[in-house]
C-alpha cells in the first residue's frame, strides 16, 4: 500500500452499468474484487464475502436457496466465481440440530461438506457459519485496519457505541467458528436496525439486502472509522520519536548486511527467505518511545499473529550512535532468549491434543532507526508476514491515540495459532520443492543459458536474482521469467562483473531482495575468435576481464556471503569445452576458460571446510538463443570452419559424437543437478555437455 494511495479517501468503485449486465453470483464476485482491491479495506487473504441466492436444484429442478461464501484460502482481490463454495440453506440451518456445544465446535467443520450444493469442490472455510445464519442476504466480513484498531482498544464495546451511534452492534472476542455463527445470528436477528457488528479483536461484520447496498454500507463503516480516529487523536503515536531513521542508502545497506547473517542463524532446519520495509509506517513505530512495551504486546486480529507470530523481536540497536559489530556480537544470544520465550509460550498453553512445537524463530524483525525484516520460508509468504505487521503496527496506532490497546489474550493467541484445523491445513500443503528457500546469482541473466536455467532454478523452488550488463535484455527476461514463477521471486541487478564495486552491488542487491545467496551460477561470457599474430592485447584483455577477472570477483563476494551464513553453498561455473581442448584461432578465449576451470578448483579446495561446492559445465555449440552466436563470432567460426553462416548448427551437430545439437535446456539440466543437493556430494568436478566430444574427455 503506497503512502499516495493511502491519503486518497475510500469511495465507492460500484458501477451500475456493468452491474446491471450480472447476475447474483456474478454481483458477489464484482463487489468481492471491488473490496479486496484496497488493503485499506481488508488485509492480503483476510475476510470473505457471502449472498444468499435462489437456484434451481440441479437434480429436482425446485428453486432452493443457496449461500455462496468465499470458500478456504484464496483473495477477494483476485478471487473468481470458483473460489467460492457454494451449500444448501436448509441443510446448513438442518446442522443445528448436530450441534453439542462449544467443546465440539471444530466436528461442525467435518458436516459442512455434507451440505455442498452441485457438487462444487470448493472446501468451504471455518467461516461459513458465521455468513449463513446472519439473517440478511449479503454479508461481509472484513479486517480493515481502522475497524480492528477500535476492536483492539480496552474500551472497544463503549466506543463502538460512541462512534457508530446504534447501527452497529458489537460481541466480545471469540475464535471464529460454529459458536460464534449461532451468536451472530441472535445478535442480528434481536436487533433489525443494526447494519453490522464490530468482532472484538478481530474485524468488522456488515450486511445489506442487495450486493450494492451491503458493499455500499461496508465503505461507509470503515471510513466512518478511519475518520473518527484521525479526529480524535489525543495522543502523539507510540509515544513519540525516541531516535531518528537512518538516511535512505544506510538503513539498506545495515539491512543489506545484517540479512546474510540473520538469515544463517535461523535458517539451520529450514531455509529462510528474507524481505526489507522501511516504509514511513515502519520507521515511525521501529523509532518510537513504545517501540519495546507495544512489541511485547503481540498483535490482536488472528490473521495478523499467524502470519507474524505472537511477538516481533527487537534487534538492540541504537542509530544515534551506529554499532554494527556490537549488535552482531549480542544477537546470538537475544536470538536464543527468543526462541526460549516462544518454547516457554508453548508450554504454559499447551493442551493435551496441541500440534508439536513449530519453528522458534521469529518472524519479524523491528530495527530502530532502520526497519523491519521479515523471514520465511518462501518470499511471498515473506513480504507478506511484513505487510501484516504494518496492518498490525496501524491497528496498534489508531488504537493508542484514542485510547488504548490491548493484544489478544495469551491463551486465545495459542489456541488458534495450533488449532488442529490450521494444523491440519498445514500438512495438507505440497510437500517443498528442491531448492525451496534457496538464493541463486545467475549472471549473464539476459542470455539464452542464463534465462533457462534461471527457469530450471525457479521451477524447482529458487529464487533467483538476474544480472547483466545489458539492461533492456535484461528486463524483458526478468518480465518473462516473473510470468512463470511469480513477481516476488525473480529480481535483477544491472552490472559489469568486471568492476569490484559494481559485483559488491550485487551481493548487496541479492541480501537486500532475499537475504542473502546460496547458490552462485557463474554465466556471464563472451567470445572472440582470430589467430594469434591477430589477437590484439584489447581482444586479450577482454577475454581475461570477463572470463578470469569477473569470475573471481563474483565468486570471491559470493564465498564471503555463504561464509558469513554458514549455510554451505553450491557454484557453477558455464566454461566452455575450450577450457579444456585447445583450439585453433580462438587462444585468448580458449586461455582465459581454461583459467576459469581451474579457478573452480581452486574455490573447491578453499569452499570444501566450508560446506562450498564448486563444479563446472561445460557447454560446446549451444547456438540457439545466444547472444554470443549472434554476432560476429558466427561469421568467424563459419569462416574459420569454412562454412556458411547458416550452415554452423548443422555443422555443430554432425561433429558432436551422437550427432546431437545441445540446448540452452541441456545446460541448465547439468547446472540444475550440480547446484542442487542432488550432486551434495560433488565439488571440484565437470560435467560436459556436448552432445560428445572425445578430445574433452577428462582425465
Ligand atoms: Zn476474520
New binding site residues.
Partial sequence: MNQAKQKEPISSLWDDSKAAQMNEPELLLYRSNLLGSDLRITNFG???TSAKVLMADPLSGEQVEVLWVKGSGGDLGSIKLDGFSTLYMDKLYALKQRYRGLEHEDEMVAYLPHCTFNLNPRAASI?TP?HAYIARKHVD???PDSVIAIAACANSKELTQKIFEGELGWLPWQR?GYDLGLKLEQVSKNNPQLKGII?EG??LFTWGDTAKSCYETTLAIIKRAGDWLDANVAQPSFGGAAVQPLPPEQRAEFAARLMPLLRGKISKDEFKLGHFDDQDAVLEFVCSRDLQPLAALGTS???HFLRTKIRPFVVDFDPSRPDFDKLVAGLDDALEAYRADYRAYYERCKRSNSPAVRDANPIIYLIPGVGMLSFAKDKATARIAGEFYVNAVNVMRGANGVDKYVGLPEQEAFDIEYWLLEEAKLQRMPKPKSLAGRIALVTGGAGGIGQAVARQLLQEGACVLLTDIDSEALAAAQTSLAKVAGKDNVASVVANITGEAAVDEILKASALNFGGVDLLISNAGIASSAPLEDTTLEVWNRNQDILVKGYFLVSRAAFRIMQQQKLGGSMVFVASKNGLVASAGASAYCTAKAAEIHLARCIALEGAPHGIRVNVVNPDAVIRGSRIWDGKWKQERAQSNKIGADDVEEFYRQRSMLKLSVLPEDIAEAVYFLASDKAGKSTGNIINVDAGNAAAFTR
Fill in positions: 483476510g475476510g470473505n467461516d458465521l466480513h472484513m479486517h471464529p468482532l478481530h474485524g486480529c488472528p490473521d
